[in-house]
């Protein structure tokens, strides 16, 4: 979807849903995705001051692999970002969150995969995933599991000479 600076001069304020659908081409350095079922774009755009205020709502469904078994898993998502454009170089302007925009067109759709890309978890579990793994001599535990085991199983220093008085007299 495009937003034209004579549309948004013209009526000061744009709402628009759209439904977005990913291309292959878009995400194929993104190994993590099986596939992309759909999403829903919502936009609103207000023209203020010779700035347009943009607000995007992107919402949907994908399938991504598990991080633990590579199994697909659904993951539905929903991301929202603000942005502040200007279609006029102004030197005044020196913030580093104003987008320029060249051509008098901002192209949402770019923010939107974006979006889509940046809402991919790092770690991705499915429902249906045990959540500790143990197998033959090895358990697979959390950070916080080891750190309160270890401490379970700390011997005060001052108690330490006490622990081998039963073993003597057996």
């Given at each position: 979807?495009?937003?034209?600076?004579?549309?948004?001069?013209n009526y000061k304020h744009i709402e628009k849903s759209y439904d977005f659908t990913l291309d292959e081409e878009d995400v194929k350095n993104v190994k993590d995705i099986i596939s992309f079922e759909y999403a829903k774009v919502k936009?609103?755009?207000?023209?203020?001051?010779?700035?347009?205020?943009?607000?995007?709502?992107?919402?949907?469904?994908?399938?991504?692999?598990?991080?633990?078994?590579?199994?697909?898993?659904?993951?539905?998502?929903?991301?929202?970002?603000?942005?502040?454009?200007?279609?006029?170089?102004?030197?005044?302007?020196?913030?580093?969150?104003?987008?320029?925009?060249?051509?008098?067109?901002?192209?949402?759709?770019?923010?939107?995969?974006?979006?889509?890309?940046?809402?991919?978890?790092?770690?991705?579990?499915?429902?249906?995933?045990?959540?500790?793994?143990?197998?033959?001599?090895?358990?697979?535990?959390?950070?916080?599991?080891?750190?309160?085991?270890?401490?379970?199983?700390?011997?005060?220093?001052?108690?330490?000479?006490?622990?081998?008085?039963?073993?003597?007299?057996?």
């Amino acid at each position: 979807m495009i937003i034209e600076k004579s549309e948004l001069i013209n009526y000061k304020h744009i709402e628009k849903s759209y439904d977005f659908t990913l291309d292959e081409e878009d995400v194929k350095n993104v190994k993590d995705i099986i596939s992309f079922e759909y999403a829903k774009v919502k936009v609103e755009a207000d023209y203020i001051s010779e700035l347009a205020l943009i607000k995007i709502h992107v919402k949907g469904k994908m399938i991504l692999r598990s991080t633990r078994t590579l199994k697909p898993v659904d993951y539905y998502f929903s991301e929202r970002e603000e942005l502040t454009c200007s279609f006029y170089q102004d030197e005044d302007l020196n913030d580093e969150n104003i987008i320029f925009v060249e051509d008098d067109k901002i192209d949402i759709d770019e923010e939107v995969i974006s979006l889509i890309i940046t809402s991919i978890p790092i770690k991705i579990i499915g429902k249906d995933e045990p959540e500790h793994f143990e197998g033959d001599g090895y358990e697979v535990m959390s950070e916080d599991e080891y750190y309160q085991k270890d401490k379970e199983n700390k011997i005060d220093p001052r108690f330490a000479s006490l622990s081998s008085l039963f073993d003597e007299e057996e």
